[in-house]
């Protein structure tokens, strides 16, 4: 005999069987990661501080997991998260003091995307794309070290290492220990 709890958990399972079926058949998409170098030069839009602070490029490298989903018409939703650590080196005091810097950062994006179809040679499709949306990045620490040229065969001296800490409202105060 059938009791009512019965009745209940066989249409509930029922239930999540069907929705199970529908939402695997519903939406199809793809996850991956991506992670790469990059290299970042600090530029200046100030003449002044251009001419006061030499630039080198410091490498730094990026990595997120990503989501896909197809939509019509050679459209699709990507949306990512990750992590980044970017830096700057600056040269100053007439290039006899130099300041490196690492950030940290997480990432969050989200796009629409449009994919257009090309040849790279006879019989070798491709796709290129064009991406709108936001990149949201959070900026979890930073570090630095300052150096200073001490003598004429260009090495520079031991370093002094520093810390970069948000904690509300900026102050402009700083120390080096």
Do not use: C
């Not at 069987?17 to 990059?38: D, E, M, T, Y």
């Not at 948000?166 to 105060?173: A, L, V």
């Amino acid at each position: 005999m059938y009791s009512a709890l019965q009745s209940v958990t066989h249409a509930l399972s029922v239930a999540l069987v069907f929705l199970l079926v529908i939402s695997s058949n519903a939406q199809k998409f793809s996850v991956g990661v991506k992670a790469g170098p990059s290299l970042t030069l600090a530029t200046f839009s100030d003449k002044d501080l251009r001419k006061a602070y030499g630039s080198v490029p410091r490498p730094g490298f990026t990595g997120a997991a990503l989501i896909i989903f197809p939509l019509k018409n050679r459209f699709s939703f990507m949306t990512e998260a990750g992590y980044s650590l970017n830096g700057r080196t600056l040269k100053f005091n007439s290039d006899t003091w130099r300041n490196k810097t690492s950030y940290q950062f997480g990432e969050a994006s989200m796009a629409l995307r449009r994919s257009f179809k090309f040849y790279l040679g006879k019989n070798i499709p491709s796709d290129w794309y064009f991406n709108i949306g936001p990149n949201i990045k959070y900026w979890i620490s930073g570090k630095g070290k300052i150096s200073i040229l001490s003598d004429e065969t260009g090495n520079y001296g031991p370093p002094s290492k520093y810390k970069v800490e948000y904690d509300g409202e900026p102050t402009g105060d700083f120390t080096i220990n």
